[in-house]
């Protein structure tokens, strides 16, 4: 059974700070999802890393995918009020063929960044 | 809207009453999945379609739960029998699945369900 572990699960961090998000999963996989939610609110796409070291960015966020070590991180940098939400990491069996979208979630880091 | 929609968007029911909820994909996305998400959690899969065929259940799927999708289109889930367990936040995701490539899931604001 894939398993997915996130931590921490609770990140208290000030404006302006770095921080990192870290995501062990169990199992061979083949893709890594990370999202966002804020309270009350659906799942919002941010990362897809498809192969050993992908990297990405976005704005404030950059998120990594290391397969044999089974980690994938969610870097924060000069973290703003708006980064406040949950991020899930969120990982796909590997499947020949590659179509699964059979997703198992980690539990989840909800992020306060405060002024 | 062209994304995924949801419907209710709030649901509180009696304990022992069914409901039902319904998801409308985005148009032409061949591939349908429910999960449940409950407080403080992450989701977990219950189910998928491809199409009108529904090809996986997981065994959170309890044999009070059911899911369809007649025409390949939108799919209904229905829960029997409701308990207070049961109370969570059902999301629906659609994607496509074609020859170029796989696509990414988009996901639903999802239902929440209270059962008293």
């Known amino acids: 059974e894939l398993k997915v572990e996130q931590n921490p699960l609770f990140l208290s961090m000030q404006e302006g700070k770095n921080y990192t998000i870290y995501c062990n999963y169990s199992?061979?996989?083949?893709?890594l999802y990370w999202y966002r939610q804020d309270p009350g609110k659906s799942l919002e796409s941010l990362f897809v890393?498809?192969?050993?070291?992908a990297v990405k960015q976005e704005g404030r966020l950059m998120a990594s995918l290391d397969t044999k070590a089974r980690l994938s991180t969610l870097h924060i940098t000069a973290a703003v009020h708006d980064l406040s939400a949950t991020y899930f990491c969120a990982v796909a069996p590997l499947v020949s063929g590659g179509s699964n979208y059979k997703l198992t979630f980690g539990k989840g880091t909800l992020l306060t960044v405060n002024p | 809207d062209t994304g995924v929609s949801q419907d209710p968007r709030h649901k509180i029911t009696k304990r022992g009453q069914n409901v039902t909820f319904r998801c409308d994909p985005i148009?032409?996305?061949?591939?349908l999945y429910w999960y449940r998400q409950t407080l403080g959690q992450g989701p977990e899969f219950l189910t998928y379609?491809?199409?009108?065929?529904?090809?996986?259940k997981s065994r959170l799927l309890s044999d009070r739960f059911s899911a369809e999708r007649p025409k390949g289109s939108f799919s209904t889930l229905e829960i029997q029998r409701t308990e207070q367990g049961d109370s969570a936040m059902y999301l629906c995701?659609?994607?496509?699945?074609?020859?170029?490539?796989?696509?990414?899931?988009?996901f639903g604001q999802g239902t929440r369900l209270t059962v008293v």
């Open positions: 890393l498809l192969s050993n070291g």
């Open positions: 379609f491809q199409n009108e065929a529904q090809l996986e």
């Open positions: 148009s032409e996305h061949n591939r």
């Open positions: 995701a659609s994607r496509s699945i074609n020859l170029v490539g796989n696509t990414e899931a988009f």
């Open positions: 199992t061979t996989s083949d893709r």
